[in-house]
């Protein structure tokens, strides 16, 4: 039978198809990560990949990643990809303050490695989650042309889709999973503009072709109008400001808290900022790691412009036991001409109320940069969570009608927003999910964990749906770990809340 050349045929098929359709080929092995600083257990409960995609060959512009494989079925499970906003700020931040396969703790020593666990709630439980230093000059992203630090919104969602096409060819065994894109702050402009990209790519046949299913983004600076304007009477529903001061500033700016005021009311809407400058913006139930002496000369006696000055938003203040942010929502404090300032780079005074010291330590170590595939600190400079570097514009506007083209397509979305978070508060965030105009399919309710109520939800048609997350801040995989993860879990799974 071995012999007959029915058998000899059926070899030659086989030999012929190998070379027609060669199989997929596996991960890039040289961005394995079999180990790193700090961490102890026997081994990682999944593969991870770490390194460099270059999107612009001439002035080796190369987006930094760091991806971990699902601890369940990496290769059935979805494709997350993770971004931290500003902009200017690294992914490093979700990777160690929140949503990140390990939990950090200080080190035994002063100044040492930080120790690593791992993290019960990290979103590698149920996904493979990528997450992406972008634009360049952002984390351990960079480029040998300093010119391509200054960039845009557009330019910086054209390199992500580069990357995302270059990344998909590296792992062409993920191109037929489900991709989904994450994130929080100014993640809610990065997000829509990368998905833009994404979709047109898709609608004009661009090959390897990404398996895009939605998004889902936190306390996302969205519109101006309607993040802003909630901030006022976000401040006076949580007992932040008297009564009496909120129906003075109402009564004088006529219930409109942004934009172009007269200056009677700029006056009010400042002092309501200076009552609240001691407060943790991130989330007002943390303490905030400051000096208030220091507070005071950043508020008082300032030389920048007003604008520069008020709400005390580039106080981004987080617990003592975290970082400096650098995930606020800069608009604020936007030209006109829609130049977003980095604080850092005001005067070249650090952040106030922050404390990033963890995530420093480790990722400016050159034992961590090299078990990960990072540049050394010679060549590309100390990792910083919030970064001067790029020279950032605003250059699109608002990204309601981004939304509601998406969800028109039939992509799903998801927006959650922590409901203690001053920076953005929900209740603008649930005001624009509203404006889309889409008929309410599932009524504001509680959802659950533990038997708990964890925050409410309401749903839309067109898979569009709005979340709260009870007692949580901006970042809410950093302050509600398990609620970030059942819902997240959820949501992939298609479950309802």
Not at 46 to 64: C, M, N, Q, W
Not at 115 to 123: A, D, E, G, Q, V
Not at 321 to 329: D, E, F, I, L, P
Request: net charge negative; glycine share 10%; aromatic share 14%.
């Amino acid at each position: 039978m071995a012999s007959s050349p029915f058998f000899f045929l059926l070899l030659l098929v086989v030999a012929v198809a190998s070379l027609l359709c060669p199989p997929a080929a596996a991960a890039p092995e040289e961005h394995l990560v079999t180990g790193v600083p700090g961490f102890h257990g026997a081994n990682f409960p999944s593969k991870h990949y770490a390194g460099y995609v270059t999107v612009d060959e001439a002035s080796e512009r190369s987006l930094f990643y760091y991806l971990a494989l699902s601890e369940r079925d990496p290769a059935a499970d979805p494709v997350v990809l993770w971004l931290n906003g500003g902009p200017g700020c690294s992914s490093f931040d979700g990777f160690v303050y929140g949503n990140g396969p390990f939990n950090f703790e200080p080190g035994t020593k002063p100044g040492g490695l930080p120790k690593l666990r791992l993290n019960p709630y990290s979103w590698s439980k149920v996904s493979n989650i990528m997450y992406l230093d972008s634009p360049a000059g952002v984390g351990m992203s960079y480029s040998l042309n300093k010119s391509d630090y200054t960039t845009g919104d557009l330019k910086t969602a054209a390199d992500a889709h580069k990357f995302l096409l270059k990344w998909f060819e590296l792992y062409p065994e993920f191109q037929s999973n489900p991709f989904y894109i994450s994130g929080e702050s100014y993640a809610g402009v990065y997000i829509p503009t990368i998905t833009d990209e994404v979709v047109k790519g898709i609608q004009k046949g661009v090959k390897p072709r990404i398996n895009f299913k939605g998004y889902l983004i936190g306390n996302p600076g969205t519109d101006v109008d309607y993040d802003f304007n909630s901030f006022v009477p976000f401040a006076h529903g949580m007992g932040l400001i008297s009564n009496d001061m909120y129906e003075d500033v109402k009564a004088t700016c006529h219930g409109t808290f942004w934009g172009n005021v007269d200056s009677k009311c700029q006056e009010k809407i400042d002092s309501v900022h200076w009552e609240l400058k001691d407060l943790n913006k991130y989330n007002i139930l943390e303490p905030c790691y400051h000096r208030p002496d220091i507070q005071e000369v950043e508020f008082a006696n300032s030389s920048l412009p007003l604008s520069f000055r008020r709400l005390g938003e580039t106080d981004r203040p987080l617990p003592v036991r975290k970082r400096m942010a650098g995930r606020s929502w800069p608009l604020r404090l936007a030209l006109k001409d829609g130049h977003v300032p980095m604080w850092p780079g005001l005067g070249g005074r650090s952040l106030p109320c922050t404390n990033d010291e963890i995530a420093t330590t480790w990722l400016d170590d050159e034992g961590v940069r090299a078990a990960i595939h990072a540049k050394s600190k010679s060549l590309i400079g100390s990792w910083e969570l919030y970064t001067a570097r790029i020279d950032f514009t605003h250059d699109t506007g608002t990204m309601v009608l981004y939304h509601k083209k998406f969800t028109a397509l039939g992509y799903r979305v998801l927006i959650y927003s922590g409901d203690h978070d001053l920076c953005i508060p929900y209740p603008g965030t649930e005001a624009w999910v509203k404006s889309i105009g889409y008929q309410t399919v599932d009524r504001w309710r509680p959802w659950y964990f533990g038997g708990q109520v964890a925050g409410y939800t309401q749903g839309y048609d067109h898979n569009l749906t709005f979340l709260t997350i009870k007692g949580a801040g901006h970042a809410v995989p950093e302050y509600k770990p398990k609620e970030a993860f059942a819902f997240y879990s959820r949501w992939l799974a298609g479950e309802k809340f």
